[in-house]
């Protein structure tokens, strides 16, 4: 389950099932068990004033809930699960989700609150990204919203997205998992070609003459480490190499490099871009089906969150093809 901040009871230890009955704090959004609550009678992050209300469950509560009726001024629904909270709180007691900053900030507080460092993060109901409303923006992020949301706020506020390590990592992968689909397999073609060349530079370019100096210099291929001698042959050998074979020799470790820098401009585009491909989404979803209908919800569970099984067999797939080509490559360029 993804809605609350910590995935276990902090008195009894169990994780959190979706039919618990759980209460988060609305000053630290620590989850809990409403039964450890009420045995402890305070929040297990005590070092706070606030605590939070572990009596009987209201009638509209908890992660799956949400508000029929208009919110009265003295309430603030959440966004993401729809519990209606107190106006002054700084997590939604029904699932954790950090709110923007309150009257009370000066006071300390245990947890993480991305309001308390940033200004320009505000998760109200009624804080809308351009003209899409958030709770479309969290249905449609669906998992890991406590990183996305500031993420998305930061850019609707004119700044910089950050560098996304999922995308670095995992590259095309990471986009088919966050259902960008087009965007993901334009990252996996590049990718491909650039790794395919990177072992055609090695096998074709690199290793012929690599093997031919260490062959000039009495050194087995097989040695891993060289003496201070072995090293001084290699170096009289590599200095009667012409400008064009010091070129193939460092030509796949270019081509590397490349392949880096490549991901790492991803990287830091993919915050913007999927944060631009959601709210393409959440219009197009809206002008179809109209807002808040069961065909909305629908389209939004289908079109947002993420495809796991997806992402993750086109990264196993990838790397498996390149382990493959690597060994074929090998192979057709060991000497008979």
Known sequence: MAFYRNPNCPYCGEAFTDTDDVVSCPECGTAHHRACGQAHGECAMINHPGQPDFGPP??????????????????????????????????????????????????????????????????????????????????????????YLPVFSRLRAGRRGGLNIAALLFGGGWFLYRKQYARGIFVLIVQFLLRALELFCYYT????????????????LN?????????????????????????????????GLISFIFLLVIAFKANNWYYRDLLD?????????????????????????????????????????????????????TPK
């Open 205 to 220: 370019l690199y290793n012929p003459i690599f093997t031919q100096i260490m062959n000039a210099a009495g050194i087995p």
């Open 58 to 147: 209201a009638a509209v509560a908890g992660p799956a809930a949400a508000p029929k009726a208009e919110p009265t001024a003295e309430e603030n629904p959440c966004p993401r699960c729809g519990y209606r909270n107190r106006p002054d709180v700084r997590f939604c007691s029904g699932c954790g989700m950090p709110f923007a900053a309150s009257a009370h900030d000066d006071q300390p507080t245990v947890g993480f609150d991305p309001a308390q460092f940033d200004p320009s993060i505000n998760f109200s109901a009624n804080s809308d990204f351009e003209d899409v409303p958030s709770i479309d923006m969290t249905r449609l992020v669906d998992t890991n919203t406590l990183y």
């Open 281 to 333: 989404k959440a219009r197009r979803i809206r002008s179809q089906h109209g807002a808040d209908s069961d065909a909305t919800l629908v389209e939004e569970s289908r079109q947002g969150g993420v495809s796991l099984p997806l992402g993750a067999a086109v990264f196993v797939g990838f790397n498996l093809v390149m382990t493959i080509a690597d060994f074929v490559w090998m192979y057709l360029s």
């Open 223 to 255: 040695t891993t480490v060289l003496t201070n001698e072995q090293n001084a042959l290699l170096m009289a050998q590599l200095e009667k190499l012409t400008s064009t074979q010091l070129l193939s020799l460092v030509t796949p470790t270019l081509v």
